[in-house]
């Protein structure tokens, strides 16, 4: 049972570059989200995905654009990479169309630098 | 939204001995209540959670407790050992009622276990 993948690992772009981060979930969930981490500021909420075909943006969305592919993936996608951009991304997914008490399945996280 | 604090930001605690984690919350309407650990170098998982209509939880180790009047939450580790040294997060479910959910995470608790 993998649970939550995500791809790449590690990223080193160049700003003004684009790129695409890549999650999959195999646990037939319905929710899907992309966090951001930075020191000091915990985990910040870019995007999410309540059900297939719907997105909705979170705390710091610009900059981001989502698309939930289906219901296994939900990929994460930077236009044109800026420094402000560094930082390690995490891609959740929950069971439910309404979060209500449901645990949260991370991935294991992108290390994304931007130079 | 939801405003969520977490106290304190760092905690220092000698093999053996208790912590105590206090997360903070704004929307009374909240009523699923966990705590995340996240480990170097990976995503969070889920440890415990506890709903709106317990006041306390434990499991082995650790424990939380609820005070919804107050609007606070706890972590409470007991007999640390070192494989508890790692981040935790409070994560108090809110939702908007317009059809948009998502949690609300504290900005982490850096707990270290001096041996």
């Known amino acids: 049972n993998a649970g939550v993948t995500q791809t790449p690992k590690f990223q080193v772009l160049k700003t003004g570059q684009s790129m695409t981060l890549q999650c999959a979930q195999d646990m037939n969930h319905n929710s899907m989200y992309w966090y951001r981490q930075d020191p000091g500021m915990g985990l910040r909420l870019i995007y999410y995905s309540a059900s297939e075909g719907t997105t909705d943006k979170g705390e710091v969305p610009n900059g981001y654009n989502v698309s939930r592919l289906n219901k296994r993936e939900f990929s994460l996608r930077l236009e044109s990479a800026a420094p402000s951009q560094t930082s390690v991304y995490f891609c959740?997914?929950?069971?439910?169309?309404?979060?209500?008490?449901?645990?949260?399945?991370f991935g294991e996280g992108s290390w994304l630098t931007v130079v | 939204g939801e405003n969520v604090e977490q106290h304190p930001s760092t905690l220092s605690v000698q093999e053996g001995d208790s912590a105590v984690i206090k997360c903070t919350y704004s929307?009374?309407?909240?009523?699923?209540f966990p705590w995340y650990k996240q480990e170097l170098g990976k995503g969070p998982q889920l440890i415990i959670d506890i709903r709106s209509n317990v006041g306390e939880k434990k499991d082995q180790r650790i424990a939380v407790t609820l005070n919804k009047t107050a609007k606070h939450f706890s972590l409470h580790i007991t007999e640390t050992q070192p494989e508890d040294s790692a981040v935790y997060f409070c994560?108090?479910?809110?939702?908007?009622?317009?059809?948009?959910?998502?949690?609300?995470f504290g900005k982490g608790t850096h707990l270290i276990i001096q041996p």
């Open positions: 929307d009374s309407a909240s009523n699923y």
């Open positions: 959740a997914s929950v069971r439910g169309d309404r979060l209500s008490g449901n645990t949260i399945y």
């Open positions: 994560a108090p479910e809110w939702y908007s009622g317009g059809g948009a959910d998502g949690l609300t």
